[in-house]
T-cell receptor
């Protein structure tokens, strides 16, 4: 079945770049997503990429997709303390459960 | 502004009691979802609905029930059969099943 994996923790210094990685197993994914969850809140859709693209940039966020290796990454440039949150990777497909979330990566930004 | 509204934000349940969590969306989305999140954990799918009057079990449906009588509304009932209901419950909606999901702010359920 579908599976999405992420490392659970990442710490970076304020002003540095953060790179959050994700791997998935389903080669028939249609879209891949990054969500942000702040404490006690719901998930905020940050960005998503169609599976036939390899890169998408949106201000400080850059998404890279390596379809051959089934690897997705989210780069946050000039990381700020307000970026501290849990980041979820997710994929959607045209069948089965349709939408699968990873376990989330907790990003801590150190001053 | 369009969005998803979950209420209440905090809810307490007594032993043996059923409680209902509300989820309303004005995004004109066909699909709606309920997830459970435990501390330090990811999301687990409870139920989802692709269209009005239709819903499907997710991975952890036991002890929960839903209805989808209106497009805008997808209430979740946590029944007394759910022995460990303390969790953060998230509702989401999307245009279709493989489209981006948009989330509400969640309801935190605790046991008295």
């Amino acid at each position: 079945g579908e599976d999405v994996e992420q490392s659970l923790f990442l710490s970076v210094r304020e002003g540095d770049s953060s790179v959050i990685n994700c791997t998935y197993t389903d080669s028939s994914s249609t879209y891949l997503y990054w969500y942000k969850q702040e404490p006690g809140a719901g998930l905020q859709l940050l960005t998503y990429i169609f599976s036939n693209m390899d890169m998408k940039q949106d201000q400080r966020l850059t998404v890279l997709l390596n379809k051959k290796d089934k690897h997705l990454s989210l780069r946050i440039a000039d990381t700020q303390t307000g970026d501290s949150a849990i980041y979820f990777c997710a994929e959607s497909t045209n069948y089965g459960q349709n939408f699968v979330f990873g376990p989330g990566t907790r990003l801590s930004v150190l001053p | 502004d369009g969005g998803i509204t979950q209420s209440p934000k905090y809810l307490f349940r007594k032993e043996g009691q059923n409680v209902t969590l509300s989820c309303e969306q004005n995004l004109n989305h066909d699909a709606m979802y309920w997830y459970r999140q435990d501390p330090g954990q990811g999301l687990r799918l409870i139920y989802y609905s692709q269209i009005v009057n239709d819903f499907q079990k997710g991975d952890i449906a036991e002890g929960y029930s839903v209805s989808r009588e209106k497009k805008e509304s997808f209430p979740l009932t946590v029944t007394s059969a759910q022995k460990n209901p303390t969790a953060f419950y998230l509702c989401a909606s999307s245009r279709g099943l493989n489209q981006p999901q948009h989330f509400g702010d969640g309801t935190r359920l605790s046991i008295l």
